[in-house]
């Protein structure tokens, strides 16, 4: 179980450090089916080992002056509500109907990965924006930043209440493309966000589900270092090559998840 749980940390946490994101989307189907946990178990674990990870993972690129805080405080506050929704809906589903959505919701993240990769679609931004240090939102009208916050918001955090995940890779599209952040930035500020949605969705599962600290700890402790070779290789591989390989990843995870969910593998 412990050779299962290091394996389980250090992919959570490579993927936090290098893409800001993605790694607790891939913790609750590694908690039901390699260490046999229940669903709603799983979730509430995940929360615990994915906001602490973020949030030592924020310390390091805030450090490099790569976290918004205004940007993502606003994000945390707004999926909040959103969080205690999803975490009550969660509730009312069956395992097998919430894994089935969390097959899809896998396989949508991984397309939509491809997609963003083979476009290109970070490198759009012009040079004068990267190098101005106000995000996009200030040139467009503040109705129209508002409301890309709200949705953003308010998906994100129902996203992490209903299936435990924090949510970055929603985030990181949501900063780079919508607001005008650089790679770098939007992932500085994608932890802080997962961090105060992890936070809160935990919050309205405490008392509901235990914690098996046996599994959380070394989980979260191999996630924290994998968190700090995910920022050295985020430093030294190209994005495209990280999205690429993270989406192969959601797919075999997604197909894999789908089968069981169905009735397709044992």
Same mark, same amino acid.
């Given at each position: 179980?412990?050779?299962?749980?290091?394996?389980?940390?250090?992919?959570?946490?490579?993927?936090?450090?290098?893409?800001?994101?993605?790694? #607790?989307?891939?913790?609750?189907?590694?908690?039901?089916?390699?260490?046999?946990? =229940?669903?709603?178990?799983?979730?509430?674990?995940?929360?615990?080992?994915?906001?602490?990870?973020?949030?030592?993972?924020?310390?390091?690129?805030?450090?490099?002056?790569?976290?918004?805080?205004?940007?993502?405080?606003?994000?945390?506050?707004?999926?909040?509500?959103?969080?205690?929704?999803?975490?009550?809906?969660?509730?009312?589903?069956?395992?097998?109907?919430?894994?089935?959505?969390?097959?899809?919701?896998?396989?949508?993240?991984?397309?939509?990965?491809?997609?963003?990769?083979?476009?290109?679609?970070?490198?759009?931004?012009?040079?004068?924006?990267?190098?101005?240090?106000?995000?996009?939102?200030?040139?467009?009208?503040?109705?129209? #930043?508002?409301?890309?916050?709200?949705?953003?918001?308010?998906?994100?955090?129902?996203?992490?209440?209903?299936?435990?995940?924090?949510?970055?890779?929603?985030?990181? =599209?949501?900063?780079?493309?919508?607001?005008?952040?650089?790679? =770098?930035?939007?992932?500085?500020?994608?932890?802080?966000?997962?961090?105060?949605?992890?936070?809160?969705?935990?919050?309205?599962?405490?008392?509901?589900?235990?914690?098996?600290?046996?599994?959380?700890?070394?989980?979260?402790?191999?996630?924290?270092?994998?968190?700090?070779?995910?920022?050295?290789?985020?430093?030294?591989?190209?994005?495209?090559?990280?999205?690429?390989?993270?989406?192969?990843?959601?797919?075999?995870?997604?197909?894999?998840?789908?089968?069981?969910?169905?009735?397709?593998?044992?």
């Amino acid at each position: 179980m412990i050779v299962i749980a290091s394996v389980i940390g250090a992919c959570i946490g490579v993927c936090l450090g290098a893409l800001g994101g993605g790694g #607790s989307i891939i913790t609750v189907p590694a908690l039901v089916y390699l260490l046999q946990q =229940p669903l709603s178990t799983a979730i509430t674990q995940s929360l615990v080992i994915v906001g602490i990870s973020a949030v030592v993972a924020v310390a390091g690129h805030a450090r490099a002056g790569h976290v918004r805080w205004r940007a993502g405080i606003a994000l945390g506050a707004v999926g909040a509500l959103a969080a205690w929704g999803g975490t009550a809906f969660g509730r009312l589903i069956p395992a097998s109907t919430a894994l089935a959505s969390f097959a899809v919701l896998m396989l949508v993240v991984a397309l939509s990965l491809l997609y963003r990769s083979r476009s290109r679609l970070t490198r759009s931004i012009s040079p004068a924006t990267q190098s101005n240090d106000l995000p996009r939102s200030e040139r467009t009208t503040q109705i129209r #930043s508002a409301v890309e916050v709200i949705l953003a918001g308010l998906l994100i955090g129902g996203l992490t209440g209903f299936f435990g995940v924090g949510g970055g890779f929603v985030i990181v =599209p949501v900063l780079v493309i919508l607001l005008g952040y650089p790679m =770098p930035v939007a992932v500085g500020t994608s932890l802080l966000v997962v961090s105060l949605n992890s936070a809160t969705a935990l919050l309205a599962r405490i008392g509901h589900q235990p914690i098996e600290w046996s599994v959380v700890i070394p989980v979260t402790v191999v996630a924290i270092l994998g968190s700090v070779v995910g920022k050295v290789i985020s430093q030294r591989t190209s994005e495209s090559v990280l999205t690429r390989s993270f989406a192969a990843m959601l797919l075999v995870v997604a197909g894999y998840v789908g089968a069981r969910s169905f009735g397709l593998l044992p």
